[in-house]
């Protein structure tokens, strides 16, 4: 997964004075800018039926509905109130 980071500051733009070539928003700006964002978005697991790989942690995890359990789950947890 990669998070995605700002490559250029549009905002610092509005302050330059006009002429200053740095004032300009290049197409190349906004397609960097995109590109980062659709690799940052498209590496993030979906909300909705994600397949998680490798190891994978949560705090203060509730689970509601059907739940299967395949594999090994390490540590101890608890069903029902009694160690399982």
Do not use: C, H, W
Not at 26 to 35: H, I, N, P
Not at 59 to 79: E, P
Request: charged share 20%; no cysteine; proline share 1%.
């Amino acid at each position: 997964m990669s998070d995605y980071v700002k490559q250029t500051n549009f905002g610092i733009k509005d302050g330059l004075a006009s002429g200053n070539p740095k004032k300009l928003i290049r197409g190349s700006e906004f397609q960097t800018e995109f590109d980062n964002l659709e690799t940052a978005v498209n590496s993030k697991a979906d909300k909705l039926n994600s397949v998680l790989t490798g190891n994978t942690s949560a705090v203060n995890l509730t689970v509601s509905g059907t739940t299967t359990l395949t594999g090994f789950l390490a540590g101890d947890f608890y069903i029902n109130g009694g160690t399982f």
